[in-house]
């Protein structure tokens, strides 16, 4: 059994590809190595280059293995099926080409449920018809990953989106094939939607593939729940701390994994503002030291 450690570009403000704000692709990578990673995630499409030579030559450069990508799109929009569609389609090869396993699939924030992120008891929910529909989104692109590509495939709970708290993730658990669909479990949107992480893990560790480790500032956290606040302000105000400083507990986290049985990687996600004077390197490495003090290798 072996659990490897990873980074992804949100961790350096990466959220969309077209955001002028984003670092250099080549940054991220070389980032990313010296702060003692192995693995980076894709990141949103279109950030890496699509070009199998130009990013392969410079994972390799960087000593990375590419882990995986997100498809960070509005599964609950019918509309917008097009462009999920697409970003799948391109995610997949990418990922294909680099012999990458993990597609991760997540329903982007919806203005619907935007305002009560961390209010379970509060948030709109789909009608039957709705619902159906958005499972069955959700399922097709899951079964592309896996027939089409060769891909793990997992459901990625996720603030502000239709894929939230925890009853709507064990529900469509319940209702997608565990061949067809596993779960990446974020360990910070977990806690920002007010259920226990490990708890949750405890229950559904068997069908976890894959694992992004992301932690909760307690007090932003009440902050931001009890104002409203948009997830990306959220961010501003530091909502995602370094690993070890909030709400989730990390060492419950991995004997869970080991407990279990866990082979493969872990993602470090500390989503972040890039107009903030941060340094993305110095939380990367202050995250890896931080899981090495606490037993991963």
């Known amino acids: 059994m072996t659990i490897r450690i990873g980074n992804a570009p949100c961790s350096w403000g990466v959220e969309f590809a077209d955001d002028p704000r984003n670092p250099h692709w080549r940054k991220v990578l070389e980032e990313c190595a ?18 199998p030579n130009m990013l392969g030559d410079a994972l390799d450069e960087f000593a990375l293995t590419l882990i995986g990508g997100v498809v960070f799109k509005p599964f609950h929009d019918r509309s917008q099926w097009a462009d999920v569609i697409d970003a799948a389609g391109r995610t997949c090869k990418s990922l294909a080409s680099h012999g990458a396993k993990h597609l991760v699939l997540i329903d982007s924030i919806s203005p619907r449920r935007a305002p009560t992120a961390g209010r379970a008891d509060e948030a709109e929910q789909m009608d039957a018809a709705e619902w159906a529909a958005f499972r069955d989104r959700i399922a097709y692109v899951a079964r592309m990953g896996r027939e089409e590509y060769g891909l793990t495939v997992s459901i990625h709970a996720h603030a502000g989106g239709f894929m939230d708290f925890e009853p709507e993730l064990e529900r469509l658990l319940d209702e997608v ?75 419950a986290v991995r004997q869970v994994l080991l407990d279990s049985g866990f082979d493969g990687w872990c993602t470090v996600e500390q989503d972040c503002d890039p107009t903030l004077d941060v340094s993305p390197l110095d939380d990367a490495r202050a995250n890896r030291d931080y899981l090495y003090s606490i037993g991963f290798n």
Do not use: W
């Open 177 to 251: 094939d565990e061949d067809v669909l596993k779960i990446c479990f974020d360990t910070g949107h977990h806690s920002y939607a007010g259920f226990d992480p490990v708890a949750f893990m405890k229950r559904h560790a068997s069908r976890i593939s894959y694992m992004h480790f992301k932690d909760i500032d307690p007090v932003v956290k009440a902050k931001v729940v009890e104002n409203r606040t948009d997830f990306y302000k959220a961010c501003g105000q530091g909502i995602f701390c370094n690993l070890g400083r909030g709400d989730v507990d990390f060492k």
């Open 34 to 51: 010296a702060a003692g990673y192995r693995g980076i995630e894709l990141g949103p499409v279109g950030f890496m280059p699509e070009d």
